[in-house]
């Protein structure tokens, strides 16, 4: 989703729950609520893949449908000025123009397509970057879990920068990731919390 040049793909085993890939000190982190980073490098890459893995106090469904809410993901995540569906090649699968200001710099655009799919675990959101001066590529995913009476999720992606004074920003976009994901976690509690008043 917001600013893939800042940010994350993770493979899980097939039926594996996504608390099962963790340590267990990055297990006790998970349940107390703090977010679990974790960066893979790859051989020949640039940056590293990061994951970044969150519970959330809300259902599957309803983590889902925010991350597909693109009209409105500009209303909480910062920077991220609007999300516009371009284009919708198939019934789950949409490219989605996001436009970013950066801090400092200045305000870019690029295209991404966003795939849904039902799993037997959940949910999953993988998306491929189609065009961006700034990143060669950028291919992850936004699983989602139910976890008890919540829900689970790992946000993955792995950019490759388009060039050298890209790849100098690895901090920032590692710092970028988590704050999409922190954003993405706020509000879709506070819209489970919404739904569950009388």
């Not at 991404?112 to 999953?124: H, S």
Request: hydrophobic share 40%; aromatic share 6%.
């Amino acid at each position: 989703m917001l600013l893939l040049l800042a940010t994350l793909a993770a493979a899980a085993p097939v039926g594996a729950s996504m608390v099962d890939e963790l340590g267990a000190s990055d297990r006790a982190k998970l349940e107390s609520g703090q977010g679990v980073l974790v960066t893979v490098d790859k051989p020949g890459a640039t940056w590293p893949e990061v994951r970044i893995y969150r519970k959330v106090e809300a259902t599957p469904e309803g983590v889902t449908k925010l991350f597909l809410d693109y009209e409105n993901a500009g209303s909480f995540i910062d920077n991220l000025e609007s999300a516009v569906v371009e284009k919708q090649p198939d019934a789950n699968t949409k490219d989605v123009r996001y436009t970013v200001k950066l801090p400092v710099l200045f305000t870019i655009s690029y295209l991404v397509r966003n795939r849904y799919e039902k799993t037997p675990e959940g949910y999953t959101v993988h998306w491929n970057l189609l065009e961006s001066i700034f990143a060669k590529s950028a291919v992850g995913k936004l699983r989602v879990e139910p976890h008890g009476e919540t829900a689970v999720i790992c946000y993955a992606n792995h950019v490759e920068p388009a060039t050298r004074l890209v790849a100098g920003l690895r901090g920032h976009a590692i710092k970028e990731a988590s704050n999409t994901v922190d954003a993405i976690v706020k509000e879709a509690e506070r819209r489970h919390a919404k739904a569950a008043k009388p």
